[in-house]
């Protein structure tokens, strides 16, 4: 079992930064592929970005593409998204999940989720 917990989401003007932080606990955090997903009201639950056990593999969503970086430290047990230029159509909860296995954008494929942080950016 995995427990994950969210925090840093907050209120931010656009073209501002947030950085948002998932802390686990549990199994061997390390040998866990990381994810954030995303989900605004009324849509569907989306990748935003992930990254592999070792951090030698990232993927992003096109939307968030040179503006959000994803990042681990293994030995904190914890997994990093640093949001840059912010904008309106970013808001949403914030969801960060875990799974073995490959890096996949597929939200079903992540076996546990924490229970989000709101992000909400205005114009």
């Known amino acids: 079992q995995v427990q994950l917990v969210e925090s840093g989401g907050g209120l931010v003007q656009a073209g501002g930064s947030l950085g948002l932080s998932c802390a686990a606990s549990g199994r061997t955090f390390s040998s866990y592929v990381m994810a954030w997903f995303r989900q605004a009201p009324g849509k569907e639950r989306e990748f935003v970005a992930g990254?592999?056990?070792?951090?030698?593999?990232?993927r992003y969503a096109d939307s968030v593409k040179g503006r959000f970086a994803i990042s681990r430290d293994n030995a904190k047990n914890t997994v990093y998204l640093q949001m840059n230029s912010l904008k309106p159509e970013d808001t949403a909860v914030y969801y960060c999940?875990?799974?073995?296995?490959?890096?996949?954008?597929?939200?079903?494929?992540?076996?546990?989720w924490g229970q989000g942080t709101q992000v909400t950016v205005s114009s």
């Open positions: 990254i592999s056990w070792s951090g030698s593999s990232r």
């Open positions: 999940a875990v799974r073995s296995g490959l890096l996949s954008s597929r939200r079903y494929e992540y076996d546990y």
